[in-house]
């Protein structure tokens, strides 16, 4: 008998043409993580599913198999999707690849999908994007069980960052040291979320970006691609 599990809570985060008429869909469920599933004939221009599989519509999703690639049989859409655009969707698209290419199969974080829900609709919103963005990447990282630990760090003191050592304390920064260096009061001040001081912003921008690069690999995010790409740039905040 398949295995099927019904009406899931869930967000499509990328999708890729399968077959002649069919899609390959990456979900982020609230109850099973991240979900890969065939939706069968989702590219005819017949197909009820064409219009639902999109970026940032709120759904509910049913699906079956005990494989890792399931087959979705139904989803509905639960409210009206969030139109992003601009420097907002650009920033929406480099959410959805961080959770694509991080989560692993299956594994539930419904904390994370909670904090998934507020960097959109901080991003509809387009009041502080790069505030919901640096708050985003934190949560993030600590639901991937990567932590910040600054405890022993002095807020005088200067730190390189290490991946796989944490925070070293240094007496004297080279040039080509700088981008791995932060304060022991901007460490605090990141693990605080203490955003409204415009250093902690830029400190936190510099070490997310050094931290989630360890997790990523080698290969590029598409979405800053389109960040180059993008004007104006000036009012887009650097992924």
Not at 169 to 177: A, G, K
């Amino acid at each position: 008998m398949s295995y099927q599990v019904e009406a899931q809570a869930a967000y499509v985060l990328h999708t890729r043409p399968y077959r002649e008429t069919s899609l390959l869909v990456d979900l982020f469920t609230l109850e099973q993580g991240k979900v890969s599933a065939v939706v069968k004939g989702a590219r005819s221009p017949r197909s009820r599913m064409r219009a639902m599989m999109q970026p940032f519509t709120p759904l509910q999703v049913s699906w079956r198999g005990r494989h890792e690639l399931k087959t979705l049989i139904q989803a509905e859409a639960v409210a009206a999707p969030l139109f992003l655009k601009g420097s907002a969707l650009i920033c929406g698209l480099y959410v959805n690849e961080l959770l694509e290419r991080l989560l692993q199969p299956s594994d539930p974080h419904p904390q994370l999908y909670v904090y998934y829900q507020y960097v959109l609709n901080e991003l509809r919103a387009a009041t502080d994007i790069e505030l919901a963005l640096r708050t985003f990447e934190q949560h993030l990282l600590q639901q991937l069980g990567y932590q910040f630990d600054v405890q022993q760090c002095q807020p005088a003191l200067i730190y390189r960052y290490e991946p796989s050592q944490g925070f070293i304390p240094v007496s004297q920064v080279t040039e080509s040291l700088k981008p791995f260096c932060f304060s022991g009061d901007q460490l605090q001040g990141i693990v605080a979320e203490a955003y409204h001081r415009p250093e902690i912003r830029r400190a936190a921008k510099r070490l997310m970006r050094l931290a989630l690069e360890t997790q990523l690999g080698s290969r590029p995010l598409r979405s800053r691609e389109l960040l180059q790409g993008y004007t104006p740039k000036s009012i887009l905040p650097q992924l």
